[in-house]
C-alpha cells in the first residue's frame, strides 16, 4: 500500500508561483513514476506531468515552460514547481505513483486557485 500526501496549494494571483510537494509512503519508492494530474471544475482530471524513477519528465502541451516536476528520492517525495500561473490554470492538483507492478495511487488533491 502506497500513501501520498500533497500539500502546498492555495490562492495565488495570474503571474505568480506555487510549489506542490507529494509525500509518499514505501521502501521502494524510488523506483515508482510519479506524476501530477488536475481537474478543473466539470472537466475531467488530466494528466500534467510526469517523472519516472529514473528522472524522465515529460509535460502537458499547455504547461511546458512553466511547470517542472522533480523528485527527491532521499525524501520520498516529488514536488511540482508552478511559474506564471493562469487562470486556466485553476483545478484540484493530484498526485500519482505506479508502483513497479502497475498498481495506481493517488493523494487526496489539493486546491490550486489562479485569480485577482
Known amino acids: 500500500q502506497v500513501q501520498l500526501v500533497e500539500s502546498g496549494g492555495g490562492l495565488v494571483q495570474p503571474g505568480g508561483s506555487l510549489r506542490l510537494s507529494c509525500a509518499a509512503s514505501?521502501?521502494?519508492?524510488?523506483?515508482?513514476?510519479m506524476a501530477w494530474y488536475r481537474q478543473a471544475p466539470g472537466k475531467q482530471r488530466a494528466l500534467v506531468a510526469r517523472?519516472?524513477?529514473?528522472?524522465?519528465?515529460n509535460y502537458v502541451d499547455s504547461v511546458k515552460g512553466r511547470f517542472t516536476i522533480s523528485r527527491d528520492n532521499a525524501k520520498n517525495t516529488v514536488y511540482l514547481q508552478m511559474n506564471s500561473l493562469k487562470p486556466e490554470d485553476t483545478a484540484v492538483y493530484y498526485c500519482?505513483?505506479?508502483?513497479?507492478?502497475?498498481?495506481?495511487?493517488w493523494g487526496q488533491g489539493t486546491q490550486v486557485t489562479v485569480s485577482s
Open positions: 517523472i519516472t524513477g529514473g528522472g524522465t519528465t
Open positions: 514505501g521502501s521502494i519508492y524510488s523506483r515508482y513514476a
Open positions: 500519482s505513483a505506479r508502483t513497479v507492478s502497475g498498481t495506481d495511487y
